[in-house]
């Protein structure tokens, strides 16, 4: 099983700007998807976006033109950028191998 590790959450004002990381355990050049979600207390996981092992990448409409997702295979890592962020952001943000690997999450509390 894949292990994926966060990092990179914390707290920022609206407007300003974040980068998580996701440590992938194996080689992320030949995992075909590694996505992240976002989830806040009590409502389920909600897709944020997902990179392929061809590069190519997918946003949620509600961030596509604020937050990039992408990938250093030297690192075996995904980083989402987060520009603009707005208090609805706020969320643990996690990240995943498809069908069932996830990290621990990292938070990311975004004030007015």
């Known amino acids: 099983q894949v292990q994926l590790v966060e990092s990179g959450g914390g707290s920022v004002q609206t407007g300003e700007s974040l980068r998580l990381s996701c440590a992938v355990s194996?080689?992320?050049?030949?995992?075909?998807?590694v996505a992240w979600y976002r989830q806040t207390p009590g409502n389920e996981r909600k897709f944020v976006a997902l990179?392929?092992?061809?590069?190519?990448?997918t946003c949620a409409d509600s961030v596509k033109d604020r937050f990039t997702i992408s990938r250093d295979i030297s690192k075996n890592t995904v980083y989402l950028q987060m520009d603009s962020l707005k208090p609805e952001d706020t969320a643990v943000y996690y990240c995943?191998?498809?069908?069932?690997?996830w990290g621990q999450g990292t938070q990311v509390t975004v004030s007015a």
């Open positions: 194996g080689s992320i050049g030949s995992i075909h998807i």
């Open positions: 995943k191998v498809p069908p069932a690997s």
């Open positions: 990179i392929t092992s061809g590069g190519s990448t």
